[in-house]
């Protein structure tokens, strides 16, 4: 099983500052599998990224994704306050995993 | 429009098993490279993969929760039903389905269940 580890634990910002999340793996993930999902209290998880570097339908252009093998990055530009939210990565091959999160609120 | 819904019960009993059942709509279950999954969530906790199953009829489960679990589709009612058997408080959850292509989109609104005597 490919274990996700996502860090930091918790990232408190302030509207408009950037936000860098890291996602790292017990073995190496094709980026073909590897998305992003965002999860605000209350509500089902929201795919933002997939295939590592992929927009989902309707996401902004301020969340970007980059990394390959072991280490990926989810990038929000400039954080507006609807992106205050926890976000999971996960590598979804023929057995998925999901990291535990990076909930980023507001400093 | 591309929706998933959850239904099954809200409680259950230690030892019982749950049947929980993923109704969709917007897609067929017949679409070549489509899959449903269930994921399930405990209150507080990280999402945790459970099953998928793909229009192929190709099926994977978590390897922590093989023995317990089982998933099945029927493409005519556009459904897709997981049971997982000899329930634990532990499995306090929201279960949630999504569709399953490209990552995992959109999700269900979910459904908690409770395990309790």
């Known amino acids: 099983e490919i274990v996700l580890t996502q860090s930091p634990g918790t990232l408190s910002l302030s509207p408009g500052e950037r936000a860098t999340l890291s996602c790292r793996a017990s073995?190496?993930?094709?980026?073909?599998?590897l998305a992003w999902y965002q999860q605000k209290p209350g509500q089902a998880p929201r795919l933002l990224m997939y295939?590592?570097?992929s927009r989902a339908s309707g996401i902004s252009d301020r969340f970007s994704g980059s990394g390959f093998g072991t280490d990926f990055t989810l990038t929000i530009s400039r954080l507006e306050p609807e992106d205050f939210a926890v976000y999971y990565c996960?590598?979804?091959?023929?057995?998925?995993?999901f990291g535990p999160g990076t909930k980023v609120d507001i400093k | 429009q591309v929706t998933l819904k959850e239904s099954g019960p809200v409680l259950v009993k230690p030892t019982e098993t749950l049947t929980l059942t993923c109704t969709v709509s917007?897609?067929?279950?017949?679409?070549?490279?489509?899959?449903v999954s269930w994921i399930r969530q405990p209150p507080g906790k990280a999402l945790e993969w459970l099953a998928h199953?793909?229009?192929?009829?190709?099926?994977s489960y978590s390897t922590s929760l093989k023995s317990r679990l089982t998933i099945s589709k029927d493409t005519s009612k556009s459904q897709v039903v997981l049971t997982m058997t000899n329930m634990d408080p532990l499995d306090t959850a929201t279960y949630y389905c999504?569709?399953?292509?490209?990552?995992?989109?959109?999700w269900g609104q979910g459904t908690l269940v409770t395990v309790s005597s």
């Open positions: 295939g590592a570097f």
């Open positions: 996960q590598q979804y091959g023929s057995s998925p995993t």
């Open positions: 917007g897609f067929s279950l017949s679409n070549s490279g489509m899959g």
């Open positions: 999504a569709r399953t292509f490209r990552g995992f989109d959109p």
């Open positions: 073995q190496s993930v094709s980026s073909s599998y």
């Open positions: 199953i793909f229009s192929n009829d190709e099926k």
